[in-house]
């Protein structure tokens, strides 16, 4: 009997190694930066609010993030029984359903977490759980589009994330312009999750899903994904401006010039390069969500 076919069967439960390999810590970082930018965004003192503080990173990382994983490598299983078969689900470490139940057990304490953390934050932890279920499952399978599947990512890593840090801490709705920075921030980052489809161009054009390196071409796609980050960024200095957020602003600037200076590089030879402008650009992009961040808080 195949591992695969063994996942249909009864079996024991996975070791805590495996379901920690299976939740990818690693993947929690981002959703976990912009929670922070959130909290720093919303200008309220944190020595009030540590419980929901430390609610708000559980949500955001290995709650909500992790479960989103552990929903993708059930969905994806039998692709990558052939293209990643060291994985837990498909190397038999995480065998039977049990792939499938922690997926549901992640969802259902994710939202009893949102539920005790307040209303906004459990409404953000519910979009965000149905946005890592139609990304994966059928019969929407949103990953499978190279516009629907960034933006959902987007959405959920940088916004949902974002708004839940502020929620967590303010206690309520945040406020417009919050909203406003968090929604261009998400904009934006469609751009970085397209890059991140550059490294599978051949696999997914085998598969037949249809990302934007796939569909627009390696180059077309290099070029839009830097328009797509780059828009925003202008958008936001403007708004900080707007709002008498300068020193703010300004190094919100800098950074999206530093961005500009390493964007041709990356043109020349996406696919080369992408992994280095990942490792620099984007760095450069999440330091600037929290110089925004700092701006709205009132703390530069």
């Not at 970082?29 to 609610?55: E, H, K, T, Y």
């Not at 552990?70 to 359903?97: C, K, L, Q």
Request: hydrophobic share 55%.
């Amino acid at each position: 009997m195949s591992r695969l076919a063994a996942s249909t069967t009864t079996a024991p439960p996975p070791a805590p190694a495996d379901i920690l390999q299976l939740l990818k810590p690693i993947t929690w970082f981002p959703p976990m930066w912009a929670f922070m930018c959130g909290v720093v965004s919303s200008g309220a003192p944190i020595a009030d609010r540590w419980s929901f503080l430390v609610a708000g990173i559980a949500l955001t990382g290995p709650l909500v993030c992790g479960t989103s994983q552990a929903v993708n490598d059930w969905f994806d299983r039998h692709v990558d029984a052939i293209n990643e078969p060291d994985r837990p689900i498909p190397s038999g470490r995480v065998a039977g359903r049990w792939g499938l139940w922690i997926a549901i057990a992640g969802t259902l304490l994710s939202m009893l977490v949102a539920i005790a953390t307040g209303l906004w934050v459990f409404a953000a932890t519910c979009v965000g759980l149905a946005c890592a279920w139609a990304y994966s499952a059928p019969p929407f399978r949103l990953k499978t589009s190279g516009w629907t599947g960034p933006a959902v990512v987007a959405l959920s890593y940088e916004g949902l994330a974002w708004f839940t840090g502020a929620a967590v801490m303010l206690g309520a709705l945040p406020g417009l312009e919050i909203l406003l920075i968090l929604g261009l921030y998400s904009l934006g980052a469609h751009g970085i999750m397209t890059l991140n489809d550059f490294k599978a161009v051949e696999g997914d054009r085998e598969m037949g899903l249809r990302s934007l390196p796939v569909t627009m071409g390696v180059d077309r796609a290099a070029r839009f994904a830097c328009i797509v980050m780059a828009a925003p960024q202008l958008a936001v200095i403007g708004l900080l401006l707007a709002w008498d957020h300068p020193i703010s602003a300004a190094a919100v600037a800098l950074l999206l010039l530093a961005q500009m200076a390493l964007m041709p590089r990356l043109l020349a030879d996406p696919k080369r390069h992408t992994p280095w402008y990942s490792a620099t650009g984007v760095t450069l992009y999440v330091l600037g969500m929290l110089a925004a961040a700092l701006g709205l808080g009132g703390h530069i």
